[in-house]
């Protein structure tokens, strides 16, 4: 069973940075494409940034282009999302999420991914 665990989140001031992990287990992670989601109160879950389970893609929400990066290390089965220039319409529930393949054709689509965290609060004010 695959489990993911965030961790990283809090407050911070505007124009801050904070970096994100996702722990991963329970299948080998390498093959898996991950992805960051956020869900603000009262609005739907939208995703964030995706990536790929070689690394050699990534996908960012036209948002937060610029200001944030998705990454991660196979070796240590982590995903990470390194996030600066924090705005308050940043501040939301973050979520990690996986899927078993190795590329998606929607990769920010929340319908994609069969795996998720239980989300870790970022609040920017």
């Known amino acids: 069973q695959v489990q993911l665990v965030e961790s990283g989140g809090g407050s911070v001031q505007a124009g801050g940075s904070l970096r994100l992990s996702c722990a991963y287990s329970?299948?080998?992670?390498?093959?898996?494409?991950m992805a960051w989601f956020r869900q603000a109160p009262g609005k739907d879950r939208e995703g964030v940034a995706a990536?790929?389970?070689?690394?050699?893609?990534?996908t960012y929400a036209d948002s937060v282009k610029g200001r944030i990066t998705i990454s991660r290390d196979n070796a240590k089965n982590t995903l990470y999302l390194q996030m600066n220039s924090l705005k308050p319409e940043d501040s939301a529930w973050y979520y990690c999420?996986?899927?078993?393949?190795?590329?998606?054709?929607?990769?920010?689509?929340?319908?994609?991914?069969?795996?998720w965290g239980q989300g870790t609060q970022v609040t920017v004010s």
């Open positions: 990536i790929v389970s070689s690394s050699s893609s990534t």
């Open positions: 329970g299948d080998t992670y390498s093959r898996y494409c």
């Open positions: 999420a996986a899927v078993g393949l190795s590329r998606l054709s929607s990769p920010t689509s929340v319908r994609a991914y069969a795996y």
